[in-house]
């Protein structure tokens, strides 16, 4: 069944969680004070202790609008869970 919509969270509770993310999977985010997830990026790599991804957001005190490449630290709170997306085979969706 294909949703309308898809939270942030729905897509972390659907897909395939993964310790040892590798390029292109997701990475769910949310506040550093909060275990909610409210945004979703995608794995570039991980280079010493620093963690980048591509994500699409506006900070206007970064200086931040649109698709940029970011970085966190491999500690930061605000990295939640990394994750691989299920698909469906069109065959078996009937399409």
Known sequence: MILPDMSA???AE???PTE???EGDLIFMGEEDSDKITHIAIFL???ENYIYF???TQKEAENINGVT???YTMDSKKIKSFGIM???I???AGI
């Open 9 to 11: 969270s729905y897509m």
């Open 14 to 16: 659907h897909c395939y």
């Open 20 to 22: 040892k993310p590798e």
């Open 45 to 47: 790599k991980q280079q």
């Open 54 to 56: 591509i994500d699409s």
């Open 69 to 71: 490449e970011r970085h």
């Open 86 to 88: 299920k698909l469906k």
């Open 90 to 92: 069109a065959e078996d």
